[in-house]
């Protein structure tokens, strides 16, 4: 397997990143009230624009390919629609904001454009997606099915409120399909596939769950490790999700059966992950072995913890997102793109992960 390409893009956490069409720049918030424009020259990516309106921490960031215009959410409350037009003094290409009223008393949490780029959702604190109707907790995330007017939503209610029959026309704001997590976690994050035949949310309970309608049938997936809070589909039949194990990793499956494939972090190459052997991950580092042999073998004293802060991944902490960075010929997501709270960006291949190596790493999961 390829290495993949890490950035050090800052000090801080980046909480969300959105690509603009053909990759050339990105837009992050560093955990701020501001959206950062970065363009890639040579093998770093440099900031060359702010974009500065909200007032509180930006939460969520998209970037429609087609028409070229970022929306912004916010703790505030508010969204800004960014497009650009030339200045009329210098002829330069300005992003200009557009403030959009949510009429929501809590934070946005959560934005995504239509698929046609003319409209978009929010989630908010409020128990609400944006003028939708009202939902039991706070919504953490939503994604747009294909055909432009049926929505997703994950919340902390334990919930993924979803069409229980894709494509059927409804009237707007009903919810017809509520799915629950296996063991009661709140949803981080929901998604379609690519064909919206299929829906998959990720649960604070370790889980992640795969909806066929029709059945209707559900596959859940319960694993060892700690929770996923984003994932992207990169086919009908395979997933890359992430989270609080600082490690991208691939699950593959159909109607008959789902099951783990193998992580996005090469852990069998050498280098200090093969030299330490075992599991990667906030799991195994150094600090937390010694804290749990303390605990179940009554070992202690004599471990220098600082020393084994380190972490056997790429991302440091806690990745926050992760989107399709690039498609091959075939349609299916060739690379993928991670952000975290340790300020790294990286892009990552996508490829069949042998499970040699792997096996044995969540031997606890449970299908």
């Known amino acids: 397997m390829s290495a993949p390409e ?90 200009k904001p ?49 055909n432009n007017v049926l929505l997703a939503a994950g919340s902390a209610d334990m919930k993924a409120p979803a069409p229980t029959v894709w494509g059927e026309k409804l009237p707007f704001s009903t919810i017809c399909g509520e799915y629950t997590s296996p063991a009661g976690g709140w949803v981080h994050t929901v998604s379609f596939s690519p064909s919206g035949d299929v829906l998959a949310f990720a649960s604070h309970d370790s889980s992640i769950s795969i909806v066929y309608p029709e059945g209707p049938v559900i596959q859940s997936i319960r694993i060892s490790t700690l929770p996923y809070v984003t994932l992207t589909w990169t086919s009908e039949e395979s997933i890359v999700a992430a989270g609080h194990d600082c490690q991208p990793v691939v699950f593959s499956g159909t109607e008959a059966g789902w099951g783990f494939v193998g992580s996005l972090d090469d852990t069998t190459g050498g280098g200090k992950s093969a030299a330490k052997g075992g599991s990667v991950g906030r799991l195994n580092s150094s600090a937390f072995n010694a804290f749990r042999n303390a605990d179940t073998r009554g070992h202690a004293g004599g471990v220098d913890v600082s020393a084994g802060t380190e972490l056997l991944t790429v991302h440091q902490n806690t990745i926050t997102s992760v989107r399709p960075f690039e498609w091959g010929s075939d349609g299916s997501v060739s690379r993928v793109s991670t952000s975290g709270v340790d300020g790294k960006l990286v892009i990552w291949n996508v490829v069949p992960v042998s499970v040699a190596g792997v096996a044995g790493r969540f031997a606890g999961m449970r299908v």
């Open 6 to 95: 890490v950035y050090s893009i800052a000090q801080t956490p980046i909480t969300c990143h959105a690509f603009n069409a053909d990759r050339s720049q990105v837009a992050l918030s560093l955990n701020d009230d501001k959206a950062q424009i970065y363009v890639k020259e040579g093998r770093e990516w440099v900031a060359t624009e702010t974009l500065a309106e909200h007032d509180k921490a930006i939460t969520s960031i998209d970037w429609a390919p087609n028409s070229n215009r970022i929306v912004t959410a916010s703790q505030d409350r508010n969204a800004y629609v960014w497009s650009q037009s030339p200045d009329p003094l210098t002829g330069k290409m300005m992003w």
């Open 98 to 146: 557009t403030l959009v009223l949510l009429r929501i008393n809590r934070a946005a949490t959560y934005v995504r454009w239509s698929p046609n780029e003319d409209k978009f959702a929010v989630a908010s604190g409020a128990r609400a997606i944006a003028l939708k109707k009202p939902i039991r907790s706070t919504v953490l995330s939503v994604d747009w099915h294909p």
